[in-house]
């Protein structure tokens, strides 16, 4: 299930925005986690097969304290099954009203080798965790215990996380702008195809610092595309 | 599973605020579905155990519409699978920009003797729903084809509907004020309560309507429920 | 504080859109209650002084169940307060998830003389309020126990509802459209002014009914007013 | 530009919400005008082409009682300008905080020979519109002046409608559920489509009635496809 | 009304997510200010009994920029009467459409010795506050007057602020998280537990970036809770 | 179109919030772009007249990729159209779900010496837009493609944006508060005002700081305003 050297090594210089350009040419339009962004900009950059975890709304009388002694509560069981290099994904319904996780669930996940975390709810302890070498994406801080709004159910099945469908195993991107889920299946394609676009997006921003003109060189004309090839065999591969 | 015949003639006269006030006293502080009315007021009344259908969000490479052509498809499999009595309780993550589903499959789920339906979305072919005796419930018409936004996942486990934790064979009883959910673990005492409730409630609407101050009544002073327990004793049972 | 009898005539016929065109005229932008609709729409039209209640955010060891037993509590007061003729206006913080109240208690205002009710919020028992012949508006039912949201803190005090201030005697008018808040000070002049409005409103709709063009005649040429003059002296007064 | 009267008979009898499910067979995934609802449902049913005003917020130097007396303010012109047999489509930005227009400028559109208007604002005077014989769809009532929040600036340009695009002349369809926009150049394919799916639904519902699945009969097997065929044979085309 | 001490002291390392779950644990779900964060996270901590300022919508008869030469003007008085150690909390409807106050008012509170301010709406001249070694709590840059949108009407009565009851005196603490409130009755009580909470919850912490699974590590085995009875009698009291 | 260099030396040390209280002294109540911030602190700050671009919804037959493809696409040629000096502002509906325009082109409008770049929508890019020394506004970063949502419909036409009229040329200034719109006609007089009320402001605050209550400050006495009147004598023209 890992993604293979190169592939990670190119995912490390292509931004979210290219990558969700290159899906929106495949036809998928809903790929861009909504509403969340990174509490801690130092962090890695955050890549990984997705883990998921789904919330429900809280029940009182299942919701209390007491709940999280049981070893096999799915918050807890999720936190200690989530796979070195994976993403954690939080299905928590768009709500942060109460947090779908703190600093030490965090650090645990951080210390177990997870490639990083995203729900589409909040997390406490957030000046905490903006100090950890952690990637964390959420929509806003959320101190209330997480037992008034949010019931874990099940863990490594699909879930919709900010509006994006998320599939078990499908490939989590994150970097200062937002998240960017790409299916397993087409991934290899995708993050090859994304560099490629990488290079072409550089070579244009080089020319209109330079003083050129949008007009024939994005999209390129002919000529344009002759010059991005020629610009580009000099370039690293 | 089945609720007791007893049971299902109380519920016939109970408003679903009576039954959430009930499991207010119980430490239950979020048991009605947000956001949701019914579509046929005509309908009768809706009242059964839940069976689920989950949905995420639709990804343009699953969500075609050959989709539905495999007989295994959720959403087809659970209209077929859902028990006769039962409500059919979708979870759309409260989404009506696409439809749970349309006048086709609704009429089918009452042919097949289903309860009625509930969905946090909307559905389609409204104005036809309106017309069924089969009470459906939703948030506004919803007439884009649902492959646009919902992916059916998985049927009968625990969902979160308008805000509200739904786990299979939950007591669902809807009026034409909205929709309660029961726990099924304590939903014989809280009908019985709700009964009695009921009945007390009438006593003080009369009392009111008669010309009386609710200081003394609502809550009722000594003297209230004494007067009461003689009107209650005078009351069918 | 009561009204004259003239206008309590003239405000019968006259529309909260027209009250409101001339609130315009005399720099007053927000008098128009958001966000509330009349539940039973063959109650009486809703006329009368504000007489206020206000809610601030329930807190669970203030607000429980036994509270209501307090004969103080203001929410019980307030309703054995309202006076005859007055409309009780309810500061629910536009938030519909717990009740404003219920039926019994828009019964007992009801029987007390009262002349309707508003909250920004929600009723419960809505399906019995709309036979009551109480007009009432709320935004949209609201079935829990209003003490998960809602803390009575004081009566009879300028308060916000549906976003707009309401002083303690300002007239309060509703139809099937919505509800209007008339400063006290100035009512009569907008009374007097908004029946001659409504008066050339008339007019105007029946020369667009007999096919004439609303250019010239809304807003009206000197041609116009003067046939409106003719018009108007031969009408009621 | 007018449409073909074939067209305009079969328009009568196909819903919206099978109309948008031809137009996603296109890959045109927005074309429900989201957020509107009919006021008067026993008005006829709404086919035309579009004819758009475009407001933008307004301003309070420009944006006075008085603008509506040159003859040239564009709302008052449009409402002069718009073509018999046309839909009057505005922008109003999906803000229903003061109307778009009131009953007089409806009435006036409906004696000019209009097909219908649609706002994804709000209209004031609703309950006076609700009893025009002109289909009027809009998000909610809206009874302050339309100066505190809208300027008209100009009209029969492409505008966005409740989330949808309307370019001037495209087909629009409005029945119980809601408001469809079909594009004009492929709007005969369309139509002649939608009855036939609309045919096709009648014969499933009408087999759902009678108890069959809906698995092989919605979306149909080769059997399926076969028996409506004959049925479709035998029915009036 | 001061508090202790002590309390100050302990209040200055415990973060509001722990006071929030200790509240929790008491009942209390709703204790947390939604909606608002800190502007300047460079100033100390805000800890203090709460002074309440109250708005209500602006009337534009009332609310003109003569209003605040009043000297008795509610907003101004409330300014200068907020006793030294106060945090000014302002309920404005969660409207940031206007201001709740400016760079200057926020001065003058402290100057004078106040602790901190928090209102629900918004802040205008946030560049210079955030210059300020005063805790401001806010939800959003608010530049258009007050007056627009605010009338200020009493000071120091019970308010909502973001969702949660405020009653004066209630002690108010804010960190870089978020602004949390503690009923004034119970607050020692809270102080001390959530102390001792913070100290246990610095302990797990610290177990999981030594690499320990949280599983009988939070919530704590038997031998855990000894493990932390060893460590917490080493740690200073 | 110009403004005068004395207006942009002036506008260099207003704050948006003293000219939005300035606008409001003239009856304008609505000036200030809402729900939009600076995405690069650093950048200088933003002024010039307006040069708009507006966007209607997408529809997928006409906004694929191709598209960028035609010379005269109305997004490319409004950023080669835009004037060196003037602010680019776009319209795009408050909606963020895609980007209004990206790093490339934000590159290019700096380069042909435009003042800045407002939309009430959101960029992609914005972790590079944020270290270009070039002021842009917006809502959220919006990676997905723009042509999921924007159709570009024409240039320099009024427009809204952030629920604020924006006509060409009118004077947008932008700080690290936020963005605020003066019309053209009357802008010199406006400025002008500002700054002496910024001269008073900074009085004021000078008067706080140094330990002076508000009351008879702000709004001044006559014999503050006398102190005011000395001070500023002093203070540079």
Known sequence: MALTEQ?????QSISTA???????????????????????P??????????????????????HLEAFEHLGHPQRAAVEG????????????EDATAPSAGCILLTRLMKRG?????????????????TLNFPAYHSRPAAPTSL?????VDMNVPIGCGGVPVFPSDIIVGDAEGVVVIPRAISPGVVAEAYEQAQFEAFVQKKVEDGQSV????????ATREAYERWRAGAPN
Do not use: Q, W
């Not at 962090?43 to 919330?55: E, N, Q, V």
């Not at 989530?82 to 319904?93: E, Y």
């Open 18 to 40: 290219t990558i969700n350009a290159v899906l929106f040419k495949r036809g998928l339009r809903n790929t861009y986690i909504r509403g969340v962004h990174l509490i801690n």
């Open 42 to 63: 130092s962090a890695k950059r955050m890549i990984g097969p997705a883990f998921t975890l789904r919330y429900i709304p809280a029940r009182e009388d299942l919701d």
């Open 114 to 130: 997870c490639a990083g975390v995203v729900t589409d709810g909040g997390f406490r302890d957030t000046p905490a965790i903006a």
């Open 7 to 11: 592939c990670m090594i190119k995912l």
């Open 148 to 152: 008034v709004r949010h019931h874990a």
């Open 82 to 93: 989530c796979p070195a290099g994976a993403v954690f994904v939080i299905d928590a319904r």
């Open 215 to 222: 007009l024939g060189l994005y999209p390129p004309s002919a």
